[in-house]
């Protein structure tokens, strides 16, 4: 290994990543696939993999893998890692976390001059978040085959670049996109850690826990098209406003997750063609729906398609609901758990375990292989947002934490 302990350190490895794709004006992220800032977050990858003599490739669906190689390998490789894209303005831990921990722990077991009897592989998931191309975990999801590819390639950004035309200036070839059962079988196990978006592991006084599982949630476009005329001659009652069934799509939303005990968003809105003083042609919001079960999902998001429907025909205005993406309920798997809570209690970490609302590509690939995330306090409590944080101390408990595992699941 060419890199000394300190380069692969926690603080000096999360220092180097941290300044690629934040915006100075907000202090948020904005590292989206297939982007300049992504291509910088690539490079950050590859070189710190090579720093720690790992090899590195890049799957057919974009998805980059670290490999610790290992010769005559006792069974399938261990995977960790997580995401390095971002939502708008989104926070530094969401995803980075995952992938610096992973880096610095295997710094840590190769200090420790431990030699793994099975491969250890970090990834880094393509567009995770679904921030530009809108379908969360596509890189996982088009790994385990749950996505069409076809489908994937016509998926567009708000500028109208498709998927297939965004991977092709990236220099990958979109016609290779889809499952990869090859690589699948290549894994034995994955763990994700991820920064806690919540303050559960706060108010327990502890630093790391392990998932449980992850409400089945989903993401809804409504398009609410009606007739654009002059905002200061046109009559009330003669108007087509698609804001209004908008806006009242919005509150009965939230209405209908707090019945429900469960969630609901509208956190992105298109209103067209968005001059002050005209009555929209037409607005576009996503619905980001979760719930603890998928019954209560679908119901949940029955009340709001239909009380939509109502406003809709009230104003006059046309609705159309699509499913974007759906993702069913999690179980980790049980075993997998519990062997990380042993490994856990044996490095001396008391690690509960916490249901979560948010997703992850360990969630998809759960449906293939067994699974498992470790979270790692988060102080602020809040993610998605430019003031999610873990402190120094949380994320070397990470570390320490993801090491363990690691020795645990790719030891002799
Ligand atoms: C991913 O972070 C999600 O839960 O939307
Ligand atoms: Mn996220
Ligand atoms: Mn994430």
Redo the contacts with the bound molecule.
Sequence with gaps: MSAGPGRASFPSLWASLLPIGRDDRTGGYRRYSWTQEDAACRRWFTATAAELALRTDCDRNGNLWAWWDVENPAGPAVGTGSHLDS?PDGGAF?GPLGIVSAFAAIGQLRERGFRPARPIAVAAFAE???ARFGV?CLGSRLLTGVLEPAAARRLADSGGMTLAEAMTAAGLDPALIGPDDALLASLGAFVELHVE?GSTLDRLAAAIGIAGGIWP?GRWRLDFTGRADHAGTTRLADRRDPMLPYAETVLAARRAAARSGALATVGKVIAEPGGVNAICSSVRAWL?ARAPDEATLYRMVDQVRAEAGEAAAEHAVDLALTQESFTPVVSFDPGLQGRISRALAGAGLDAPVLPT????DAGVLAARLPTAMLFVRNRTGV??APSEHAEPADCEAGVTALAAVLADLAGR
């Design positions: 939502v969401d995770e978040e679904g969360a978006q949630h980001d609302g948010a997703g992850h993610s998605h």
